[in-house]
């Protein structure tokens, strides 16, 4: 079936460090690819997204790139702050199934 | 409201009582989601609403989990007969229906069953 695989947390970085958050999927067809968000106390919030391969989707200093041949859409940060501690979901949907298929989460703590 | 609407937003009910979860869409969005988030796992797809096609219940976990959605807008997610590994917060989640879909969720109900 169609599944996400995302890196398991927690992962605690200082202020200013690089981030990255390996994402890997499977899927019949050709699905859209999503990062969600979900900030202490919040409810999950879109970041980006990408609808075909080598789109490159980007918000708030953060991109990820739809890597077809590797079935992957990692989500990388340059210089991470406090504020973007948070749990950070990948997900993909299949455009006849509208569906999101969810990893389980990267809990990511910046530390000042 | 601007956003998915969820209430109530924090439910303590005994083990055996029915509970009902309510979410408000974002007007005009004719895809209604119930997805469970439990505590230290993903999220897990609950039901699906489009229109008025009949719903995807393929995510039910149990015969004791049941939605209905009124007039294609409020829904509301019913649990017969709570235990205690119904604990986990629902989300409740809206879209249009398009290629590259964009889903926006609501804050969610956390359900404690004691």
């Known amino acids: 079936g169609d599944s996400v695989t995302q890196m398991e947390g927690p992962v605690t970085l200082s202020e200013e460090a690089f981030l990255t958050i390996n994402c890997t999927y499977t899927?019949?067809?050709?699905?859209?690819l999503f990062w969600y968000v979900q900030y202490p106390g919040e409810g999950l919030q879109l970041l980006l997204k990408a609808t075909k391969a080598d789109d490159k989707g980007s918000n708030k200093g953060f991109e990820a790139t739809y890597r077809k041949e590797t079935t992957s859409f990692h989500l990388e940060k340059g210089s991470v702050q406090v504020s973007d501690s948070a749990v950070y979901f990948c997900?993909?949907?299949?455009?006849?199934?509208?569906?999101?298929?969810f990893g389980a989460g990267t809990t990511v703590t910046v530390r000042a | 409201g601007a956003g998915v609407s969820q209430s109530p937003s924090n439910k303590v009910t005994e083990k055996g009582k029915d509970v009902e979860l309510r979410c408000d869409p974002i007007?005009?969005?004719?895809?209604l989601y119930w997805y469970r988030q439990s505590l230290g796992q993903g999220l897990e797809f609950l039901i699906y609403?489009?229109?008025?096609?009949?719903?995807?219940k393929s995510g039910l976990p149990s015969d004791r989990f049941s939605a209905e959605r009124t007039g294609g807008s409020v829904s509301t997610l019913t649990i017969q007969r709570t235990q205690q590994e119904d604990s986990a917060v629902y989300l409740c989640?809206?879209?249009?229906?398009?290629?590259?879909?964009?889903?926006?969720f609501g804050e969610g109900s956390w359900l404690t069953v004691v």
């Open positions: 997900a993909l949907s299949l455009y006849n199934d509208y569906k999101l298929s």
């Open positions: 989640a809206s879209s249009i229906p398009s290629s590259g879909n964009t889903i926006y």
């Open positions: 007007s005009g969005h004719t895809a």
């Open positions: 609403f489009q229109g008025n096609s009949a719903p995807d």
């Open positions: 899927a019949t067809g050709y699905p859209s």
